[in-house]
């Protein structure tokens, strides 16, 4: 492996401050995405399993260039960050494969995950939301990413984004941890009835 400097820009997500991606200036994982949402199911990978190892670390996507982390607690990124990029270009240097080999074959197929997360939306999500007057559809499943979108007192209110992040995100991943996103693609500024909304500056 050439020893020449291996670059990676940090990319914060305003929206998501437990969520950090890393691009890197070649491919870490060409085949498509890879998602741990657990340091268990890392097991057998070499990347996620050397970017399990730091302690703050609490979920990893691969994708292409993108490496992406979710971290436990609330200390600041920027010694984290570090870390992460130096577990990178550590393993960019050994060689390996960024994912066990089998790791694609596991994957569930677009209908098998469409009949999870209906199920999940019909016994967990829209009871909770309903209790708002809300309102929450699957709208497609396509290559392992979700789209879906709010209606009634989730459509612009003010907390559909922490509904989303906390709450329907969370509840899908710890069933199905190989999602490689999760999009609400709501309008939320046509919302005619928001249950929460923000004030306007």
Request: with cysteine.
């Amino acid at each position: 492996m050439d020893q020449e400097e291996i670059k990676i820009t940090v990319h914060l997500e305003p929206k998501r401050p437990d969520t950090c991606k890393f691009v890197v200036d070649r491919p870490v994982y060409p085949q498509g995405f890879a998602s741990f949402a657990k340091k268990e199911s890392a097991k057998g990978s070499p990347l996620p399993e050397r970017l399990f190892e730091i302690p703050e670390v609490a979920a990893v996507r691969l994708t292409g260039n993108d490496v992406t982390v979710t971290k436990h607690g609330s200390e600041e990124w920027r010694p984290v960050s570090g870390k992460i990029a130096e577990a990178i270009r550590a393993h960019i240097r050994s060689g390996q494969l960024a994912v066990s080999a089998d790791y694609q074959s596991q994957l569930l197929s677009d209908a098998v995950i469409r009949a999870k997360v209906e199920e999940i939306f019909r016994t967990q999500i829209n009871p909770a939301v309903a209790a708002h007057g809300g309102q929450v559809d699957l709208l497609d499943v396509k290559d392992n990413k979700i789209y879906l979108k709010m209606g009634g007192g989730c459509q612009g209110c003010g907390m559909a984004d922490v509904t989303l992040r906390q709450g329907i995100e969370v509840a899908i991943l710890e069933q199905i941890p190989q999602i490689a996103e999760i999009l609400d693609v709501t309008d939320h500024g046509s919302g005619t009835n928001p249950y929460y909304a923000p004030s306007k500056k």
